[in-house]
């Protein structure tokens, strides 16, 4: 189970979002602001981040880059009306994993997700499902 932020200002495509990737077996928490979501990002450790690039008080990318500059390894994607070329270089060159633009099907973005979240566990020494932390590497275990 994979904690997931979804950062994305139109409330019924947030919800929608958060519902279908409850139903696929992972946790979400939803931000419809900047704000919220770097409040967010700052207590809680989240696998994976859906950023959409317009929001209300600022943009997708400056959170994609200060994501990236607090956790590099944290994956972003990038989900978002923004379809000009420029955007989607921009994205990647801020360090997004994938780039999909609205409109969208959400079978497809699920699996996107399970394969963004499988490169980032790949060869990864620790388990964590959101209450229990091993580190094999460390020999550590941490709860909640």
Same mark, same amino acid.
Not at 29 to 52: E, H, M, P, S
């Given at each position: 189970?994979?904690?997931?932020? *979804? ?10 979002? %958060?519902?279908?990737? +409850?139903?696929?077996?992972?946790? =979400?928490?939803?931000?419809? =602001? %900047?704000? &919220?979501? $770097?409040?967010? #990002?700052? /207590?809680?450790?989240?696998?994976? *981040? ?16 200060? %994501? &990236? ?10 989900? /978002?009306?923004?379809? #000009? ?12 994993? +994938?780039?999909? =633009?609205?409109?969208? @099907?959400?079978?497809?973005? &699920? @699996?996107? *997700?399970?394969? *963004?979240?499988?490169?980032? /566990?790949?060869?990864?020494? %620790?388990?964590? +499902?959101?209450?229990? @932390? ?5 020999? /550590?275990?941490? $709860?909640?």
């Amino acid at each position: 189970m994979a904690k997931i932020l *979804v950062v994305e200002d139109d409330l019924a495509l947030s919800a929608g979002l %958060c519902f279908a990737l +409850d139903e696929a077996g992972h946790l =979400t928490a939803a931000a419809y =602001t %900047c704000q &919220k979501a $770097r409040q967010l #990002l700052k /207590t809680g450790q989240f696998d994976l *981040v859906i950023l959409d690039v317009n929001l209300p008080d600022g943009n997708g990318f400056d959170i994609c880059r200060e %994501c &990236k500059s607090s956790a590099p390894e944290r994956p972003v994607i990038f989900l /978002t009306a923004n379809d #000009l070329e420029r955007d989607e270089l921009n994205g990647f060159d801020l360090g997004a994993d +994938d780039y999909i =633009t609205k409109p969208f @099907r959400i079978q497809v973005l &699920k @699996r996107r *997700v399970e394969a *963004v979240l499988r490169r980032g /566990t790949a060869g990864s020494d %620790c388990f964590d +499902d959101g209450f229990l @932390r091993l580190d094999f590497q460390a020999l /550590t275990a941490a $709860r909640n």
